[in-house]
């Protein structure tokens, strides 16, 4: 039997507390390209594009793979990944451009889809509709008011698509995820974890977070709300913060034991200051680098999305 050879690991650390440079030369030449362009042109390190691009890219094959270490062990392509960088290291320039193409995708799918959700919606409208009259009638028939209400749960595609969220509550984001299976959360304001650390209600909300990072079933039973359940939820995340964001993080017990922090470790970016430095005057964006980057993803975007409705259709037995 052939031993597997391992090259010796690279330190993240290369001396007096330097951290590795971003391994740019791995990347895709459509990915490599752009990721250089937009750290020339907002003059950053290149490891803020590069990092979040690894995790914007990854929620277009979340749901489709699954990668497999041993035939009872599989995980699917997803990276929570978190760059810091002190304030005025042009974080919000950075993200916008990774995350463009994907709310462009989102905006031309939905808008090209008006017709058929306006449809979907309406035929659910009835659905409902019927079922109250039929509850009214003298004699409700519960078997016929079953069967509609089943024909109403299978009708999909009734709400725009969503894709990228950003500043959003424990309980939207299951009502995203609920409708949509795969989500990519993308934002230039890390700050926004609070809101699954009690933020609003005092009560840690991680379930979510932890559970989608590796497809597992997701159910929620609540006395007042009834019971909900996600049965493969898939969230790819990149967020950017200042140092505060991650020191918080190390420090914050809840974090640390749930495992939500060891997610992030996997792919994080301490970004090198630029500050002193810096130019306003530097290139722009090469149109043809824009371009390739936006047809790969929404290329990506639509393979995506046509699996994950078959997978709904066949959840659903429409299929």
């Given at each position: 039997m052939n031993?597997?050879?391992?090259s010796e690991p690279k330190p993240f650390r290369t001396g007096a507390g330097a951290l590795m440079q971003f391994p740019i030369g791995a990347l895709p030449p459509v990915l490599r390209n752009m990721a250089q362009a937009i750290s020339v042109t907002t003059s950053t390190d290149v490891g803020m594009a590069g990092t979040a691009m690894l995790s914007a890219v990854g929620y277009c094959f979340t749901g489709l793979y699954r990668l497999a270490g041993k035939p009872d062990h599989t995980e699917p392509p997803v990276l929570y990944s978190l760059i810091i960088a002190q304030p005025s290291e042009?974080?919000?320039p950075v993200m916008h451009f990774i995350k463009a193409p994907f709310t462009s995708f989102e905006n031309k799918y939905n808008e090209e889809h008006k017709q058929e959700i306006y449809q979907a919606q309406q035929?659910?409208?009835a659905l409902f509709v019927r079922i109250t009259a039929m509850e009214k009638a003298k004699e409700p028939d519960p078997a016929a008011i079953a069967k509609l209400r089943i024909q109403a749960d299978n009708i999909r595609g009734d709400n725009?698509?969503?894709i990228a969220v950003d500043d959003i509550t424990p309980e939207s984001l299951a009502v995203e995820l609920s409708a949509n299976g795969t989500l990519l959360m993308i934002s230039d304001e890390a700050g926004m974890l609070t809101n699954f650390n009690g933020k609003y209600s005092n009560v840690p909300n991680l379930d979510l977070l932890l559970k989608a990072w590796n497809g597992e079933q997701y159910i929620n039973d609540r006395a007042t709300k009834g019971r909900s359940k996600i049965d493969r939820p898939y969230l790819s995340v990149t967020l950017a913060g200042q140092p505060y964001i991650w020191d918080n993080m190390v420090a914050d017990n809840i974090f640390r034991s749930?495992?939500?922090?060891?997610?992030?470790?996997?792919c994080f970016c301490f970004a090198k200051s630029n500050i002193g430095n810096r130019r306003y005057d530097t290139a722009s964006v090469p149109p043809a680098f824009k371009e390739s980057y936006?047809?790969?993803i929404h290329q990506l975007s639509v393979m995506l999305h046509k699996e994950?409705?078959?997978q709904i259709e066949r959840q659903t037995g429409r299929l």
């Open positions: 031993e597997i050879q391992w042009r974080k919000s035929e659910k409208k725009p698509i969503r749930s495992g939500l922090l060891a997610r992030f470790i996997l936006h047809a790969l994950v409705s078959h």
